[in-house]
C-alpha cells in the first residue's frame, strides 16, 4: 500500500522486495521507504522577540505570517540550493538584529524596553540558581514548622 499525503509533499510506500531495510526478522516482514517528492518553502518575516536567551542587544523572532513559494521538485530544490551554512553563519550580532528591525519600523524606544525586560527576566534566572541550593534547607524548615503547628492544635 502506497500512503501520500492531501499537498503530495511526502509519500510512504511499503514493498516485500527489498531485503536491505526489513523490519522483523520473518519473511513476512514488510520495508519501509520515504520519498520526498516536492518542497514547499514558508518565508517568515523576522519581528522583535522576547526570547531572554538572546546574549546581547534585542532579540528577534518569526512572524505567525509567512508567504509561501511554488513547490519545487526536491531534486531541483537540492540542486541548487547551494552550500549548507556553517552555525556560525546562521547567528546575528546585535548590530545587525538593530539594523534589520529599525528598518521593519521597530523604534529605538521598543528595543530598549524589551532588552530591558530580558535583563531583568535573566536577573531573576541567576537569583533563583544561586538560591537553589538553599531549597533543601527551607523545605525542611517548611516541614518543621507545618509539624509544630499540628503538634500545638493537639
Known amino acids: 500500500p502506497e500512503l501520500t499525503d492531501s499537498d503530495n509533499e511526502l509519500s510512504c510506500s511499503s514493498t516485500e522486495d527489498d531485503?536491505?531495510?526489513?523490519?522483523?526478522?520473518d519473511d513476512d516482514a514488510v520495508s519501509i521507504h520515504v520519498k520526498f517528492q516536492d518542497i514547499q518553502i514558508r518565508q517568515y518575516e523576522?519581528?522583535?522577540?522576547?526570547n531572554p536567551g538572546c546574549s546581547y542587544g534585542p532579540p528577534v523572532t518569526l512572524e505567525w505570517d509567512y508567504d509561501e513559494t511554488e513547490p519545487i521538485c526536491f531534486e531541483e530544490y537540492e540542486n541548487s540550493r547551494g552550500e549548507r551554512r556553517r552555525m556560525y553563519q546562521m547567528q546575528t550580532n546585535s548590530i545587525y538584529r538593530r539594523r534589520m528591525l529599525e528598518g521593519k519600523g521597530t523604534t529605538q524606544d521598543?528595543?530598549?524596553?524589551?532588552?530591558?525586560?530580558?535583563k531583568k527576566i535573566k536577573k531573576g534566572r541567576e537569583r533563583t540558581k544561586m538560591m537553589l541550593a538553599f531549597s533543601k534547607i527551607e523545605e525542611?524548615?517548611?516541614?518543621?514548622?507545618?509539624?509544630s503547628v499540628r503538634r500545638k492544635e493537639c
Open 19 to 25: 531485503n536491505s531495510s526489513r523490519i522483523g526478522e
Open 46 to 50: 523576522m519581528i522583535l522577540g522576547d
Open 110 to 118: 521598543e528595543m530598549e524596553q524589551v532588552v530591558k525586560e530580558m
Open 140 to 147: 525542611a524548615a517548611e516541614s518543621a514548622q507545618r509539624k
